[in-house]
């Protein structure tokens, strides 16, 4: 067994341990208010919270881990499902730690420089927003209105940068997911009206096997130029 392989097996074991331990700790208030306090909502109101949510988020508990593995790595992906934030400032993290050393995703030396980057995001961002939830009460009510609008735009234009960074190598495959997202939403308004999250979810699906095709077709040119290289020697 390799080092890599070792490095990441502890990882799966470590952080399945931990997300499990988490996912128990997110219980433990609502466990508290039930048999410390007595307090517990009906169940019908409980199911009804559950499809809500679920309804609102399923599609990014499957599309996510899809598409952020490939630049978080294994144990970059453990630490951001376990902290949160994952779009908005664990995979921007990892793509500028991993751009700022060189290293290219999805190696060993990529996976490790992604833990460190999504764990320094990882107190950084703790010591900014509990900041910011003592300031900001104060703060934001001074700020102009166009500035507090524009918090909006933030998530989007942080994508863009993560997208426009990782495009620069594979121009042609990141003009064929845009084309095709463009394509498949505006069929998804103006023409079938399938549901939002089966369109985000088929857009991954896609974009990924688009890669796929990509990669096939790179490693067979590859082999091509080997062979005739092999074979231009063996005529000399």
């Not at 609102?56 to 992906?77: A, D, E, R």
């Not at 495959?173 to 997202?181: K, N, Y």
């Not at 896609?206 to 092999?230: C, S």
């Amino acid at each position: 067994m390799t080092p890599n392989e070792i490095f990441l097996k502890k990882c799966i074991r470590i952080g399945s341990v931990t997300l499990v331990l988490g996912i128990i700790a997110n219980f433990m208030p609502a466990m508290y208010l039930w048999l410390g306090l007595g307090v517990k909502p009906p169940i019908d109101d409980i199911g009804k919270i559950f499809l809500i949510i679920a309804s609102t988020y399923l599609t990014s508990w499957i599309t996510q881990p899809i598409t952020f593995f490939p630049l978080l790595g294994t144990s970059g992906s453990y630490v951001t499902w376990l902290s949160g934030s994952g779009a908005e400032i664990k995979t921007p993290a990892s793509n500028m730690a991993q751009k700022a050393v060189g290293v290219e995703q999805g190696t060993p030396q990529g996976n490790v420089i992604s833990t460190i980057g999504v764990a320094t995001s990882v107190f950084v961002t703790f010591v900014v927003i509990t900041s910011f939830v003592f300031a900001g009460q104060y703060l934001i009510p001074l700020l102009p209105v166009f500035v507090t609008k524009s918090f909006g735009f933030l998530l989007p234009a942080v994508f863009a940068a993560v997208v426009i960074n990782m495009a620069k190598g594979n121009l042609d495959l990141c003009a064929a997911i845009v084309v095709f997202a463009t394509l498949t939403m505006y069929v998804q308004k103006h023409i079938f009206g399938f549901p939002t999250w089966f369109a985000t979810l088929f857009i991954v699906l896609m974009g990924a096997f688009f890669g796929y095709v990509k990669y096939r077709l790179t490693m067979n040119k590859d082999k091509e130029q080997l062979e005739n290289v092999v074979i231009e020697s063996n005529v000399k």
